[in-house]
């Protein structure tokens, strides 16, 4: 085991006890910024995962995807989102994070708006799939950007920011994937005789009951 000694000169030391790491949590969470930029990553990351959990399923089972074909779409989607990020590491010492994140948050609410109306109208995979990548790629804004401006504004007590930053955003976020699946589940009822796939096979967890 690595122990790293404190770096902190005493007079600069906030204290490690339960007390003391409440009060910086406290000092922290009354700021409304600090807390608009955590909520702003938790929302993220919880649709990333619920993204990344759920994409396989709908592209596969409801469009007929085959996984060579889901391959791409996810290869695509990915490759916005690091392009983006790249693109927010040469810009942001020119452009301010609140303008990328302002930036970033337009983009994939476009995005979003392209996924939900192409889902309720049935407009079949294509405007999904594009949909999805506008919004993969602006999470290559969002997600640095929020996470730059939450340390920043609660530089006050960094190591605290960062903990509280990273435990909140991936502790919450991790819920996107039982949540999607929670509502998945609803989503994907079928009329009598339509669950199954062409050759008369039913997806996992679909049990037939006779009558």
């Not at 339960?18 to 969470?29: A, M, V």
């Not at 602006?138 to 609660?154: D, E």
Request: include cysteine.
């Amino acid at each position: 085991m690595l122990r790293f000694g404190e770096t902190l000169p005493p007079a600069s030391r906030g204290g490690t006890g339960f007390r003391d790491n409440g009060r910086r949590i406290r000092d922290l969470l009354a700021i409304g910024r600090f807390r608009a930029y955590v909520l702003t990553g938790v929302l993220s990351t919880i649709g990333f995962f619920a993204y990344i959990a759920t994409s396989s399923f709908v592209f596969q089972r409801q469009y007929g995807f085959s996984e060579q074909l889901y391959t791409l779409v996810f290869a695509t989607n990915a490759t916005m989102m690091v392009v983006t990020t790249l693109v927010f590491r040469r810009v942001v010492g020119r452009v301010s994070e609140d303008t990328l994140l302002t930036v970033g948050l337009l983009v994939g609410t476009v995005g979003s708006t392209v996924v939900l109306v192409a889902a309720l109208t049935g407009a079949g995979p294509v405007p999904v799939w594009c949909g999805l990548a506008v919004v993969t790629g602006a999470w290559g804004f969002v997600l640095p950007a929020a996470m730059t401006r939450t340390q920043h504004v609660g530089a006050a007590h960094p190591g605290t920011a960062a903990a509280l930053q990273g435990g909140l955003t991936f502790g919450l976020g991790g819920l996107g994937t039982p949540l999607a699946g929670v509502l998945g589940a609803s989503s994907r009822s079928s009329p009598p005789g339509e669950a199954g796939t062409p050759d008369g096979r039913y997806p996992v967890g679909c049990k037939l009951h006779p009558q």
